[in-house]
């Protein structure tokens, strides 16, 4: 099987890869008997059926990883994945050739990854400061690091839309392979840190929140 690696993040949080081999019957065969998906499969586009469902052959390994329990996986009314009735956190991301799962049972998760690409560099405008291109340069991956690491802080957030552009900040550190990043909204603003590597030709991100406590109301009265 296809399955690259679940690494241990820390003693709560396992993080999962999946290259994409297999046809659409064999990762339907791959995920447990007591996952119903054919409706939610049907709304998903052909093109995009297969990591769609490699994505979700890779929770429930990941899970595996926690619990023997038959959870199912679900989305809420912002479209974030979740399992109902359960302490677990998990975040997906997928591309034609990979899928990434991040899964903690104590700490809310985001990941994301992308295929270097010219696409970023094309749509920067509409994603990135001018402070933010000062660090990538115009350089393709650093463009699509930062892609990536808006979309991690997106999904991490997930209690309301948000503009890239406005509500989402990321910046360099002094640390390899960490960048900072900032949920900034009307009445929210906090920093995240964003981990980031490189896999299979595609920038790989992700965020763990071991401090949720930390949020500034920034409201004003």
Avoid at 4 to 18: A, E, Q, R, S
Avoid at 26 to 49: F, M, N, T, W
Avoid at 113 to 134: C, G, H, M, W, Y
Wanted: net charge neutral; proline share 6%.
């Amino acid at each position: 099987m296809p399955l690259l690696h679940i690494n241990t993040l820390d003693p709560h949080t396992k993080i999962g890869f999946w290259e994409l081999t297999e046809t659409l019957e064999e990762l339907r065969e791959a995920l447990p008997g007591y996952v119903a998906i054919d409706q939610r499969l049907a709304q998903v586009h052909a093109k995009r059926q297969r990591e769609w469902l490699a994505s979700r052959v890779l929770v429930y390994r990941v899970l595996e990883e926690f619990t023997p329990l038959p959870l199912q996986l679900l989305r809420n009314q912002y479209g974030k994945p979740y399992f109902p009735d359960s302490r677990f956190h998990v975040s997906i991301s997928h591309s034609p050739k990979l899928a990434a799962v991040i899964l903690s049972d104590k700490y809310e998760v985001g990941i994301d990854i992308e295929l270097v690409s010219p696409k970023a560099l094309r749509v920067q405008e509409k994603f990135l400061t001018d402070e933010e291109k000062n660090y990538t340069l115009a350089d393709e991956r650093e463009t699509c690091l930062y892609w990536s690491a808006k979309e991690t802080l997106y999904k991490l957030y997930s209690r309301k839309r948000l503009v890239f552009k406005e509500n989402l900040g990321v910046a360099p550190t002094d640390e390899p392979n960490v960048l900072q990043g900032r949920v900034q909204t009307e009445n929210f603003s906090k920093l995240y840190r964003i981990y980031h590597d490189t896999l299979h030709e595609h920038v790989l991100t992700y965020c763990i929140d071991k401090a949720p406590d930390q949020a500034i109301n920034s409201k004003k009265p």
